[in-house]
């Protein structure tokens, strides 16, 4: 059983007409020289190896460097940008590469979490190759892709081509052409570098959201299944709001990541073809190493700045929301019921129409194979799962949990292992 | 008691770890040369008051390891010779953040004392960062020992009069054709070509079903992309800048035909066969790769291809025609006069005098023996009497002859147009170069743009590059 707890009540300040305490300690609070010589190196380091740096750049932001001498342009680096196509286009490709990876990485690692979570052998092998891609390093990692996508050496194309699925691809218009030219092509540039991004990524995704199901209490699932809950019910109301502050600090977190990943895209194609995947952070380097002109290369990412802030004040905010239970959604307690239901499918309203608007070419391809990946991981869980109860005797798959140690794989989005076990 | 004969988990780690290591003994790269390097008694006689002193040293990383291996044996002979420290590390010059590296370095006062960069691509940006220091004193010493340094070197390493740098080792410009599919096709083996000539032969050797694939060039962003579209647009009459290096006059009647010329060969269906799959995707590796694989009927790329070749016994080194390069409308001789890697001596350095006191040494001719033989025909004398220091520079390869030949240029070579090559080091031709603004040009003219459109787009954007660097146009 549960005990609820109420929050203590904050304790109150002193009462300011206290005589005993001096004028800096009513202001600063009755210890604050003790305080101050405990977060003083902090502050110090913070400073130091943080503030400094941000404000040296902002000062270099309004310099150009005219051979070897540097010279104040005021904001003239920032107002270069508003006509600068590649900058324009360069965070474009940001956005694009950002959104998809993080779509396809929530989907397949929340796919990958839950089986690994439902299973009792070779959860040790299966989690260390979900988990292989993590461990390699990047620069590996791009050049082995570059090699298995190379059309005349590669081994994505002979096995799609053998398999059938290459020419099969082509004519539902997922590439435009057979065999396919992944980095060559414009089309595909993008697509292929966010594939090894996801593949890079989903380990990540894993285990986080393995931790996060780890900690969903198995009782809410054994009430669930007593009141008849369907699988798609104990997913859609225990599992996903189980998960839901891990998710959005994972998501948050990647997407930082994933915004500002230069390594990948530069191993893979340099930003090309042309600058079919150039994010904005090779603008910058372009700018500040390649042309030398460290000024308008801090322009370029202090323009983006605030974008980074805005997921980090988030990111802030849910963390500490998470640290402290009890804590309701504020902004969410000023809507009514109906604004509440409706707002998860107004944004995803709008993030459909904003990449639907970035990225023509590739949306319904994307919706297609992350579809097409769902149905399959629900289809192989149905099937299991009706094998392993038909094994051990039950009448339906769906109507009870699994018992005597035998776990069924259709209740993998929607059974704790303890419920089950 | 049954014995246990099952691997067990330890035993197959411990064999597969031995395995592992077994297959690493049995690979390995060419042996390094081995060369009796002997530091000269003039030398040993500057080094005395030097004695005990060290250097710190960068080195633009070779593309043969041998010859990398055979750098370090020579630093280290000197050392011993002379009684004096020096530490080399090596850096990769198509990392792209070689010179903003060695300028912070510089302005933070924790440089090394010299270095070796390619003078064409490196020492002008270093020089007009106020990076360097006057060597002028250590090259007329030299000239007087070795005779006349590479030509091309006039024009990079000199500023204002005065020498910035010290020729180390030449490397060439070229190009190169499968000899043996020109042959089949009786197509002629000549020391150069106009391009025109070369796209068309790539088109006849090409052949698809067999792997031949008779135009190994690519537009894609890389260092080679941004020498072949420059070569091209030079060799037409056009140019990025002005022969001062401080105006833009890409935007040309001769810029756009070198433009429509390449696009065509990218966009005509009829050079589809001719071009490899993938090649929209290539960068500077890539080209390396598909040559030496065999399946590129020609290439443009420095020696280190070759080199790969040879010393790996790649079959292809037989069937390599290496050639000067190509001519186009406005000028009847290729563009090629090579580069040298050339010693520089920082602002700052701790111990300049040693550290020229190696620069010296290394020009000389067992210290650069080593590296010659490890990287063969990419590492070349850059001091015409180092070529007669030993027969290996005579004999060692077919193509010697004419890469001596190539450090003889006469220069300027000049276009119809009134563009002189080699150019004055130009920043902002270097920006805008780096920055990719050919090779995206070329894109968006596969991509549908007319080329008059992309050339006068990309001379919009030349243009804000070169007034961030200060030249106002």
């Known amino acids: 059983m549960t005990v609820l707890r109420e929050r203590p009540a904050p304790a109150r300040p002193a009462p300011s007409g206290s005589s005993s305490l001096t004028a800096s300690q009513r202001r600063f609070g009755r210890d604050w020289r003790l305080a101050a010589v405990f977060i003083g190196p902090t502050l110090l380091l913070v400073a130091a190896l943080i503030l400094f740096p941000i404000v040296s750049s902002i000062f270099t932001s309004t310099t150009e460097r005219h051979g070897a001498e540097t010279v104040f342009v005021g904001l003239d680096n920032y107002t270069a940008l508003l006509g600068d196509t590649v900058f324009h286009k360069g965070v474009l490709n940001s956005f694009v590469f950002t959104a998809y990876a993080e779509i396809f990485k929530v989907t397949l690692g929340l796919i990958a979490a839950l089986m690994l979570h439902h299973m009792r052998r070779g959860r040790a092998i299966i989690a260390g190759v979900i988990l292989l891609p993590w461990v390699v390093p990047t620069v590996v990692t791009a050049f082995t892709w570059r090699s298995l996508f190379d059309p005349i050496f590669g081994s994505v194309n002979v096995l799609l081509t053998d398999s059938g699925i290459g020419p099969a691809l082509a004519a539902v218009g997922l590439v435009d052409r057979w065999p396919a030219e992944w980095l060559s092509d414009p089309a595909l540039a993008m697509p292929a570098v966010i594939l090894v991004n996801v593949w890079k990524g989903i380990p990540f995704f894993t285990v986080t959201f393995l931790a996060g199901l780890k900690a969903i209490d198995s009782g809410l699932y054994e009430a669930a299944i007593v009141d008849g809950a369907s699988p798609w019910q104990r997913f859609k109301h225990i599992t996903l709001p189980g998960l839901r502050h891990v998710m959005i600090v994972t998501v948050l977190l990647s997407s930082i990541w994933t915004f500002n990943n230069f390594d990948l895209i530069w191993l893979m194609t340099q930003g090309g073809p042309g600058d079919a995947t150039a994010p904005y952070v090779m603008v910058a380097y372009s700018k500040a190493i390649q042309q030398l002109q460290l000024g308008a290369g801090a322009a370029v990412t202090l323009v983006m700045l605030p974008i980074i802030g805005i997921l980090v004040v988030i990111l802030v905010r849910m963390m500490r929301r998470s640290d402290l239970p009890g804590t309701g959604d504020l902004g969410r307690r000023r809507l009514t019921p109906a604004q509440r239901r409706a707002m998860p499918w107004v944004i995803v309203a709008a993030s459909v129409l904003v990449l639907v608007w970035a990225s023509p070419h590739i949306v319904w391809k994307a919706a297609l194979v992350l579809g097409v990946f769902v149905v399959l991981a629900a289809a192989v869980g149905r099937v299991v799962s009706t094998l392993a109860a038909r094994a051990a005797g039950w009448p339906h798959a769906w109507s009870a949990a699994p018992a005597r140690g035998s776990r069924s794989w259709v209740c993998w989005a929607s059974c704790s292992p303890r419920s089950t076990g | ?473």
């Open chain 2, 1 to 473: 008691m049954e014995e246990k004969t099952d691997l067990s988990r330890r035993t197959f780690l411990g064999m597969s770890a031995l395995g592992v290591l077994g297959l690493a003994g049995c690979g390995g790269g060419p042996a390094a040369p081995q060369v009796d390097v002997q530091v000269p008694q003039a030398l040993l006689d500057q080094a005395a008051s030097l004695r005990g002193g060290s250097v710190g040293m960068l080195s633009q990383k070779l593309y043969a390891e041998a010859a990398n291996q055979a750098l370090d044996r020579s630093l280290q002979a000197f050392a011993q010779a002379t009684g004096t420290t020096v530490r080399n590390d090596l850096v990769s010059g198509d990392a792209g953040d070689m010179v903003a590296k060695m300028d912070a370095e510089v302005k933070a006062g924790t440089n090394r004392d010299l270095a070796f960069v390619s003078d064409r691509r490196f020492v002008g940006q270093l020089h007009n960062l106020g990076a360097l220091t006057d060597v002028t004193d250590v090259v007329e010493e030299m000239r007087k020992l070795y005779g006349e340094p590479a030509t091309e070197a006039t024009n990079y390493c000199v500023f204002g009069g005065r020498w910035f740098a010290i020729p180390y080792h030449f490397i060439a410009s070229a190009m190169y054709l499968r000899k043996d599919w020109y042959q089949e096709k009786g197509l002629p083996l000549k020391p150069h070509y106009s391009w025109e000539e070369l796209r068309d032969n790539a088109l006849e050797v090409s052949d698809p079903a067999k792997r031949r694939f008779g135009w190994g060039l690519t537009v894609n962003r890389s260092g080679d992309a941004n020498g072949f579209i420059g070569n091209v647009i030079n060799t037409y009459g056009g140019a990025i800048a002005d022969n001062t290096g401080t105006k833009v006059v890409f935007n040309s009647p001769e810029t756009v035909a070198a433009v429509t010329f390449i696009g065509d060969i990218y966009t005509n269906p009829k050079y589809t066969p001719m071009l490899p799959p993938g090649i929209g995707s290539w960068t500077d590796s890539s080209n390396n790769e598909n040559w030496l694989a065999q399946i590129l009927g020609l290439t443009l790329n420095q020696f280190s291809v070759y080199a790969d070749s040879k010393t790996k016994n790649n079959p292809v080194y037989a069937n390599t025609h290496p050639f000067n390069g190509a001519t186009g409308p406005a000028i009847d001789k290729p563009l090629a006069f090579g580069e040298s890697n050339s010693f520089v001596v920082f602002k700052g350095a701790k111990n300049p005098d040693l550290a020229k006191l190696v620069a010296k040494f290394m020009v000389s001719g067992s210290a650069l023996l080593g590296v010659a033989k490890g990287a063969p025909c990419l590492v070349n004398p850059s001091w015409d009497k180092v070529w007669d220091s030993d027969p290996y520079y005579t004999t060692g390869d077919p193509a010697f002859p004419a890469l001596r030949e190539q450090t003889r240029t006469k220069l300027p070579l000049t276009t119809k147009t009134g563009l002189s090559f080699p150019q004055a080091p130009s920043p902002g031709d270097q920006a805008a170069t780096a920055a990719y603004l050919l090779t995206d040009m070329m894109q968006s003219v596969i991509q549908g743009t007319r080329p008059a459109d992309a050339v006068a787009s990309t001379h919009a954007r030349i243009v804000q590059v070169f007034e961030q660097q200060g030249y106002k146009q």
